[in-house]
């Protein structure tokens, strides 16, 4: 049994050795690797951690030339997620995160962007743990010039704030990400937000939606506007009943 492991996992170690060194355009030598992962993935012969290994070089290859190629690492990327250990979500977002840098292709990017969306509707409770580092990233996107990137930023961060479930801000997530998107809604939308009673308690996850707009409330040429920003900041800090959030 152990060396049956051993031999897996030797396996395993080669197939990611040949994702990274095979050039993009040998389809070949692409398609193997990843039919064999497949396989694995599918029938369960690797343990979950060690799939976490694979998210960046298949998400990158979601932008290869070659759509059979595509389609696959598509399939093995979702194989995965359906897969890895809730306790695996931060690794796999900082694996994802890598695929959203601007030097990536704009295919493996929205494949990326994709991916977190879906992680919302896959392990909800562990996404919403990381929304303060998850929003960041996908605000650098919303305004991204490629309209597929821009698109799947937006629909993901809107599955993301889906899940924050404060029910004092969610009608008005939607114009938040419009505004993180388009900065000359930023004072109309905070004086909308300052008329807001707000009730249910602040976690992180809520916080991690609003902080961003608020930021920008903070820089605003406006003087009405930063002082808004102020106040909504002083009655929210009121409803945090955890000091780490």
Same mark, same amino acid.
Not at 138 to 160: E, G, I, Q, R, Y
């Given at each position: 049994?152990? +060396? ?30 990843? !039919? ?22 298949? *998400?990158? =290859? ?9 389609? %696959?690492?598509?399939?093995? %990327? ?15 977002? !900082? ?6 840098? =601007?030097?990536? /292709? ?8 994709? *991916? ?12 919403? %743990? ?16 490629? =309209? #597929?990137?821009?698109?799947? +930023? ?52 809520? =916080? ?6 608020? /930021?920008?409330?903070?820089? +605003? ?23 780490? #959030?």
């Amino acid at each position: 049994m152990i +060396a049956e492991a051993a031999q897996l996992t030797k396996q395993s170690a080669n197939l990611l050795q040949e994702l990274h060194v095979s050039g993009k355009n040998d389809n070949s030598n692409k398609l193997t690797p990843l !039919n064999t992962l497949k396989t694995m993935f599918d029938d369960q012969l690797l343990p979950t951690y060690e799939m976490v290994d694979y998210v960046e070089s298949v *998400t990158n =290859l979601c932008s290869h030339r070659s759509q059979e190629v595509r389609t %696959l690492a598509d399939e093995v %990327l979702e194989s995965i997620i359906n897969k890895i250990s809730p306790n695996s979500v931060g690794l796999v977002l !900082n694996k994802l995160f890598e695929c959203l840098k =601007l030097e990536k /292709n704009w295919k493996t990017r929205t494949s990326a962007l994709q *991916t977190i969306g879906k992680l919302t509707d896959i392990m909800p409770v562990q996404i919403s %743990l990381y929304l303060p580092v998850i929003v960041p990233e996908l605000s650098n996107c919303v305004s991204d010039p490629k =309209l #597929d990137v821009k698109n799947a +930023a937006f629909k993901s961060m809107t599955m993301c704030c889906d899940i924050v479930g404060n029910k004092d801000i969610e009608h008005m997530t939607e114009h938040i990400i419009k505004a993180i998107q388009n900065p000359s809604e930023i004072n109309d939308l905070i004086h909308e937000l300052a008329s807001v009673v707000f009730i249910q308690s602040v976690t992180s996850s809520a =916080l991690a939606i609003v902080v961003p707009l608020l /930021n920008r409330g903070l820089s +605003a040429s406006l003087t009405a506007t930063r002082r808004q920003s102020a106040v909504i900041i002083e009655n929210m800090s009121k409803l945090v009943d955890d000091p780490l #959030d």
